[in-house]
């Protein structure tokens, strides 16, 4: 038996379109990353995949891109679970920084330590400072878990039980599900799922708006590395712009 998981990174933000460094700041769609939400949506359709369930982390750009990619695909009735252990990581005190002043600023190989290791987060940000989500009534009960900044491993760790509890009964229940998340919550999921090293997940980037469709074998094992792309041209391009923001 194979199950069917629809990963979807949310359509283009204001701040990807301003190449800001985002994290968990609630930014919204640009014009751009809404059409490209409701194209998703399109593709699900044309391939013949219907999610039955969506999952979602607190973000408005990936709860609204579920929402239009879904009513797009006329599923917008579906149930939908958020949780914030599907968030963007948390990019720590360059939240709200601008990703070509920062690489000037820091040179090549911080800049990318920071946006692509595995184990080096960010600085911490601090309270204070006006990106910070300290105090936001979304996360009152995360106590602990509340981070100031997160390397990929960080993302790894926190989103893996919510896939255990959550994302895999669904499967097992033999839901099409959707989860629609941002480009490192899904990075983590994908280094999950097709056993991708620490090093090598630093190569892996996840286009704005298209889904990502993976059909896993009854041990959650991917039947095809990587999954597919429903428009993989254009996933390719778009792969290759998220790999060269800040230049
Ligand atoms: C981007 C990812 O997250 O940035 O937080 O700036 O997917 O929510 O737009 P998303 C951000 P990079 O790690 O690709 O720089």
């Given at each position: 038996?194979a199950?069917?998981l629809v990963?979807?990174?949310h359509?283009?933000?204001?701040?990807?379109a301003?190449?800001?460094f985002?994290?968990?700041?609630d930014?919204?769609l640009?014009?751009?990353?809404?059409?490209e939400?409701a194209?998703?949506?399109?593709?699900?359709?044309?391939?013949?995949?219907?999610?039955?369930?969506?999952?979602?982390?607190?973000l408005?750009?990936?709860?609204?891109?579920?929402?239009?990619?879904l009513?797009a695909?006329?599923?917008?009735?579906?149930p939908?679970k958020?949780?914030?252990?599907?968030n963007?990581?948390h990019?720590?005190?360059?939240?709200?920084k601008?990703?070509?002043?920062?690489l000037?600023?820091?040179?090549?190989e911080?800049?990318?330590?920071?946006?692509?290791?595995?184990?080096?987060?960010?600085?911490?940000?601090?309270?204070?400072?006006?990106?910070s989500?300290?105090?936001?009534a979304?996360?009152?009960?995360?106590?602990?878990?509340?981070p100031?900044?997160?390397?990929?491993q960080?993302v790894?760790a926190?989103?893996?039980p919510?896939w255990?509890s959550?994302?895999?009964?669904d499967?097992?229940?033999?839901?099409?599900?959707?989860?629609?998340?941002?480009?490192?919550?899904?990075r983590a999921?994908?280094?999950?799922?097709?056993?991708?090293?620490?090093?090598?997940i630093?190569?892996?980037?996840?286009?704005?708006?298209i889904?990502?469709?993976?059909?896993l074998?009854?041990?959650?094992?991917?039947?095809?590395k990587?999954?597919?792309?429903?428009?993989?041209d254009a996933?390719?391009?778009a792969v290759?712009?998220?790999?060269?923001?800040g230049?």
């Amino acid at each position: 038996m194979a199950y069917t998981l629809v990963l979807l990174r949310h359509g283009e933000s204001e701040w990807n379109a301003k190449n800001l460094f985002t994290g968990w700041v609630d930014v919204a769609l640009s014009e751009k990353g809404r059409e490209e939400a409701a194209k998703g949506g399109q593709l699900l359709v044309d391939a013949g995949v219907l999610p039955d369930v969506v999952h979602t982390s607190l973000l408005r750009r990936a709860i609204t891109t579920a929402h239009l990619a879904l009513d797009a695909a006329n599923r917008h009735w579906i149930p939908v679970k958020r949780n914030w252990r599907l968030n963007e990581r948390h990019y720590g005190a360059l939240q709200g920084k601008d990703k070509k002043q920062t690489l000037a600023e820091f040179g090549e190989e911080q800049f990318m330590l920071w946006r692509r290791s595995y184990a080096t987060p960010p600085p911490p940000i601090e309270e204070k400072n006006e990106f910070s989500q300290a105090g936001d009534a979304r996360y009152a009960d995360l106590g602990d878990d509340m981070p100031a900044t997160e390397c990929l491993q960080d993302v790894v760790a926190r989103m893996l039980p919510y896939w255990e509890s959550d994302v895999k009964p669904d499967l097992v229940a033999g839901k099409t599900v959707l989860l629609a998340a941002h480009g490192n919550s899904i990075r983590a999921l994908v280094k999950h799922l097709d056993g991708i090293s620490d090093d090598d997940i630093a190569g892996l980037n996840i286009p704005t708006g298209i889904p990502l469709v993976y059909e896993l074998d009854d041990e959650f094992k991917p039947v095809v590395k990587g999954g597919k792309y429903l428009d993989p041209d254009a996933a390719a391009a778009a792969v290759a712009a998220v790999a060269n923001q800040g230049r």
